[in-house]
Every structure is written in structure tokens, then in C-alpha cells.
Nanobody
Framework: VQLQASGGGLVQVGGSLRLSCAAT????????TAWFRQAPAKEREFVAA????????YYADSVKGRFTISRDNSNGAVYLQMDTLKPEDTAVYYC????????????????WGRGTQVTVSS
């Protein structure tokens, strides 16, 4: 499976961006597709995830109410709508496929795509 994230860019505080994650080569789908981000000098962190079966969604506390993850069953794409962006949202955003355990807040991601840079200017 190859994943490709796109849609990043430069936006002002309070603005919006919509990231897309396109997948190719998928034969058996992973349970979840998720977005992660990594800011300079910081560890990678979980942002949001969606399950392909029930469509359940999960969000990091830092983005709840501002970000929305969705999927398109017709083409296997996953999107991340980011609203009310803040400078602390600046990071490289990655999409990944694998398993998310929302109870333990752990994950095991099988496939990672190249990231897309999001920069929020103040």
C-alpha cells in the first residue's frame, strides 16, 4: 500500500486547510486510517483516525472541535478538514494505515505516507 498526503500549505491563524490521503495498491484494508503530525524538534503525535468498518472517529484533545476526519468509500481516500488553525498546528502531517486502540491510546501503523507541510502564521 502506498499512501500520499497532499493539501498542506501556508495559512494564517484562524484559517482552514483540507488534507487528503490517497491510497494505491490496497488489497486488504487496514482497520484504521489516521493522521499524525510532527513539528520541528518534537515527537510525532497522533491527530485523528477513522475506522473503515463503522466509521468511528477519534481525535487528539488538541484538535477536537477544530479538525474533522472523513473517508470516501468509493475511492479509499481519507480527508482531514482543519479549521480554526493555530500556530501550534504547524507540522508535517502524515497519513498512515494500521490499527488504533482508542482505549489504550496506542497504535500499530503498517503503512506510512510521505508528509505534507502545514504552516500556520500568526
Amino acid at each position: 500500500v502506498q499512501l500520499q498526503a497532499s493539501g498542506g500549505g501556508l495559512v494564517q491563524v484562524g484559517g482552514s486547510l483540507r488534507l487528503s490521503c490517497a491510497a494505491t495498491g490496497r488489497t486488504f484494508g487496514s482497520p484504521h486510517t489516521a493522521w499524525f503530525r510532527q513539528a520541528p524538534a518534537k515527537e510525532r503525535e497522533f491527530v485523528a483516525a477513522i475506522s473503515w468498518t463503522a466509521g468511528n472517529t477519534y481525535y487528539a484533545d488538541s484538535v477536537k472541535g477544530r479538525f474533522t476526519i472523513s473517508r470516501d468509500n468509493s475511492n479509499g481516500a481519507v480527508y482531514l478538514q482543519m479549521d480554526t488553525l493555530k500556530p501550534e498546528d504547524t507540522a508535517v502531517y502524515y497519513c498512515a494505515e494500521g490499527v488504533i486502540d482508542p482505549i489504550s491510546a496506542s497504535y500499530d501503523m503498517y503503512y506510512w505516507g510521505r508528509g505534507t507541510q502545514v504552516t500556520v502564521s500568526s
